[in-house]
């Protein structure tokens, strides 16, 4: 597996860490690495209901999607911010959000 280089989990301080790195979708410049993400660390600003991208390595990519093709326009992966799916292509993910949590109103930012 690759490490997520020149980022640390804003929760254990581990710098470029190994694995899925989730960021969140509300707070600036707030990483987690799995394993906090996976006990719900929290701050002051960020809860445990703020929605989190799943963003992989490369190396984990190929691991969890079989290496399919891609080109280098396409994005490897996006999470639902408001179910936590994840594999979606951006087309999938607009359509996802819209049938399924078309009621919400919480904002989120693109990463």
């Not at 190994?18 to 987690?32: S, V």
Request: aromatic fraction near 10%.
């Amino acid at each position: 597996m690759n490490r997520h280089e020149g980022v640390s989990c804003d929760s254990c301080l581990k710098n470029n860490f190994r694995g899925r790195r989730y960021k969140c979708l509300i707070c600036i410049d707030y990483d987690l690495c799995a394993a906090c993400y996976e006990t719900g660390a929290t701050t002051n600003q960020h809860t445990t209901e703020h929605p989190m991208q799943c963003i992989l390595s490369r190396s984990d990519f190929d691991l969890y999607y079989g290496g399919e093709a891609l080109t280098l326009e396409q994005p490897q992966a996006y999470t639902c911010p408001f179910c936590n799916r994840m594999g979606f292509t951006d087309t999938a993910l607009m359509e996802h959000v819209t049938a399924e949590h078309a009621d919400t109103t919480l904002a989120v930012s693109i990463i």
